[in-house]
């Protein structure tokens, strides 16, 4: 049975918002300590919270694989779970990574303004390291071999060069997270 606790369950707030993916053991302590439905899917294809007591089994094409325990002859567990006090998205912060850096800047040279393949892209720091520049996101932006070579160890301003935009921290977006935050972390 304990292969089956290690499925993953889609966790919602009480808005109906995805917020996580959990293990089914997670997602069976909170349907216990009753800090959770189960989220069943009715005949006509629409979906409801169905109570989860200590002694109800639930049964439905929304269970991931049925178990057996020397008590039961079959438990279901659950594929959607609907948490009854949360109600916000959690706070996530997007990773520092040059995948992240390419996708912000959408493979645009930030200097000349064309767009690139990222096997033809540089990243850059705004104000070189050697003079202090940080390694963040507001100090690294994407810019073709050409531009790089331009600005080399000098700030745009010395370089005469220009910035598209300036470089900022990306918000995370839950409708784009699928797109384009988590490629990286895979």
């Given amino acids: 049975m304990s292969c089956y606790l290690n499925q993953q369950v889609l966790v919602l707030n009480r808005l109906w918002q995805a917020v996580n993916v959990c293990s089914a053991r997670r997602a069976l302590t909170l349907l216990f300590e009753g800090r959770a439905q189960v989220v069943m899917n009715n005949s006509d294809g629409s979906f409801k919270p169905s109570i989860f007591t200590n ?4 049964r439905s094409r929304n ?32 990773k520092f990574t040059r995948h992240n850096i ?43 071999v050409e531009c790089n070579t331009i600005k080399a160890n000098r700030t745009p301003h010395e370089a005469g060069m220009h910035l598209i935009r300036k470089p900022k ?15 990286a972390s895979r």
């Fill in 169 to 183: 921290r990306p918000k995370w977006r839950p409708i784009r997270a699928d797109q384009l935050w988590f490629r």
């Fill in 63 to 94: 269970r991931i694989r049925r178990a057996s325990t020397p008590s039961r002859s079959g438990f279901g567990f659950p594929r959607v779970i609907l948490l009854m006090l949360f109600d916000r998205l959690p706070k996530k912060e997007v």
């Fill in 102 to 144: 390419f996708e912000r800047d959408q493979n645009t040279c930030q200097y000349c303004g064309n767009n690139f393949d990222r096997k033809d892209l540089n990243l850059d720091h705004v104000i070189p390291r050697d003079r202090g520049g940080p390694t963040t996101w507001e100090n690294i932006v994407c810019s073709c």
């Fill in 55 to 58: 002694g109800t089994i639930f």
